[in-house]
């Protein structure tokens, strides 16, 4: 599909390449990448304001800057979370105070942040969250524990839902705190060790860990309300650069099956040849929904469409490998970690996709809810 791309994209597409090219290459590690892209103007290209130390660019050459990006096998992102959630809802929420603190340090790639959410037993139910603050003078005292925090083990700052009127129930009583990390003995800490052998995921555990009063986005009480606007954030050019990162793992996977044999297999095709019809479903969708506001269903029909392909492909390609896909690319008894090829490691880590950032079920429900008008699922009371 075109996306109606001009000259302008075109020239800026050419300095992205460019630069890309210049840049990408080994030795920094994912901080000094960070504070590369930072002292380059790269980071915010899609904020509201500018005078942060970042560009400021429309939305092609947003969707320009991201596809670029993932084909030029840059290096993953650490800073994604801070630019790409926190960022734009302290610009709706956040007070000047809060936007001149916060803002510079992100665009430079300074500081990292982390989402402290989902909890135990209240992962994809926001609602509710358990974790209480407590107004101590010029601070909050916070307690309780997040869960599946990514990249919570290099983050400097975390964003917190929590609530903070005592007795209250699900939306009311909430307000989302920006909390330092480095909190020894008040902030712990523990990596989730998943299928693949990695712990991209994290628990963390607050024990009084101390928030400033002046950091709570939107005043007290506002933070239902807050947290629904920052995840209304968190799908929407980034979206099309995943699709990128998803076609070229289809595309090994294809190679795959003609080198195996295994595309003689009628079915083997069929199921290839539905995955990048869908892939391309998938693009079709995002550019339809790029830049809408006010559309309540389509992140959640995003989230969908992706998660359960991406699990479908791990499974495709483990059909691909037939037997050898259960052989390890060295001895898994002799080897501590294990390792993993490519396949394995898209397989392992798929099975995930239709849990983490809000299930199928909840976003099912949510479709149904606040798309289709359904009745609202009972929620149990915290």
Not at 49 to 70: K, M, P
Not at 207 to 225: L, M
């Amino acid at each position: 599909m075109d996306f109606g791309f001009s000259g302008d994209d075109e020239i800026f597409r050419a300095e992205v390449h460019d630069w890309l090219g210049a840049h990408v290459r080994g030795g920094l590690d994912r901080r000094e990448w960070e504070r590369a892209l930072g002292a380059a103007g790269w980071i915010g290209l899609g904020w509201a304001e500018e005078g942060y130390g970042n560009r400021t660019v429309g939305l092609t050459q947003q969707v320009v800057w991201a596809e670029e990006y993932a084909r030029s096998s840059a290096p993953p992102r650490s800073g994604h979370i801070g630019e790409n959630l926190l960022a734009p809802t302290l610009i709706a929420h956040g007070s000047p105070e809060q936007k001149a603190r916060f803002l510079p340090a992100i665009a430079a790639g300074d500081e990292l942040w982390c989402q402290g959410y989902s909890e135990p037993g209240a992962g994809s139910d926001l609602a509710g969250v358990r974790t209480g603050a407590v107004r101590d003078g010029a601070y909050y005292r916070i307690t309780g524990q997040k869960i599946w925090t990514s990249l919570a083990q290099d983050a400097d700052w975390c964003f917190v839902l929590a609530r903070t009127e005592a007795g209250s129930r699900r939306h009311q009583g909430l307000s989302l705190l920006l909390v330092p990390m480095d909190q020894p003995g008040r902030i712990e800490v523990r990596p989730i060790r998943q299928l693949t052998g990695t712990s991209d995921f994290n628990e963390v555990f607050f024990d009084g860990a101390r928030a400033r009063a002046e950091h709570v986005v939107g005043g007290e009480g506002a933070g239902w309300r807050v947290a629904m606007s920052l995840l209304g954030f968190e799908r929407g050019v980034s979206t099309l650069a995943q699709q990128i990162g998803f076609a070229e793992e289809l595309g090994r996977v294809v190679r795959a099956a003609v080198g195996s044999g295994a595309v003689k297999d009628p079915v083997v095709r069929e199921r290839l040849v539905r995955q990048w019809a869908e892939l391309r479903v998938m693009r079709w969708n995002a550019l339809r929904t790029l830049g809408r506001a006010g559309d309540a269903g389509a992140p959640s029909v995003a989230k969908l469409l992706w998660g359960g392909w991406h699990q479908r492909l791990g499974e495709l390609a483990m059909a691909v490998r037939g037997a050898s896909g259960g052989v390890g690319p060295r001895d898994w008894a002799a080897s501590s970690p294990y390792e993993l090829d490519a396949f394995q490691e898209l397989f392992l880590f798929s099975r995930a996709d239709t849990v983490y950032g809000g299930s199928d079920q909840i976003q099912r429900t949510i479709i149904a809810e606040r798309v289709l008008g359904l009745p609202r699922e009972p929620k149990g009371v915290v």
